[in-house]
C-alpha cells in the first residue's frame, strides 16, 4: 500500500459490504449508526425510507479512504455528503491537505466503493 500521509503522491482504497449484514447491524445495534456516521450523514439517511443502501456505501468509502491513508483516522472523522447532482463529496473533518476522489455503488446485495487520496 502506498502512504500518501507519508512521502507518496496519492494512496488508494477499496472495500466491499454485504448490505443485508450492514442492515441487520444497524438493527440488532442502534448505536452502531451513532458510532460510524456523523451527524450530517445521519440526517441525510433519515430522508431515505430504506437507508440500508446509503449506510452501506458509505460506510464502504469510510473504509476505502481509512485503507488510503493507512488507518490514521476513524470512521467519524469522515464525512461523506452528497453535491448538487448526487456525486459523493468526501471529506476528512479538520484535514483539508487531501483532495480525495470517490466512487460509489450497489447493486442488491452489495455496496462498494473505490478512492484515490492525494495531497494538495
Known sequence: ?????????FAVGTDIVFIPKMQKTIEENPNFV???????????????KVPYNFYA??????????????????FKEIEILKGNSG???????????????????YDNDYATSFCIVQKK
Open 87 to 105: 456525486e459523493p463529496i468526501p471529506t476528512i473533518i479538520g484535514h483539508l491537505e487531501y483532495e480525495i476522489k470517490l466512487s460509489l455503488s
Open 57 to 74: 456505501t458509505r460506510f464502504a468509502a469510510k473504509e476505502a479512504i481509512i485503507k488510503a491513508t493507512n488507518g490514521l483516522y476513524d
Open 34 to 48: 451513532n458510532k460510524i456516521f456523523t451527524e450530517k450523514e445521519i440526517e441525510i439517511a433519515k430522508k431515505i
Open 1 to 9: 500500500m502506498i502512504d500518501v500521509t507519508k512521502n507518496s503522491q
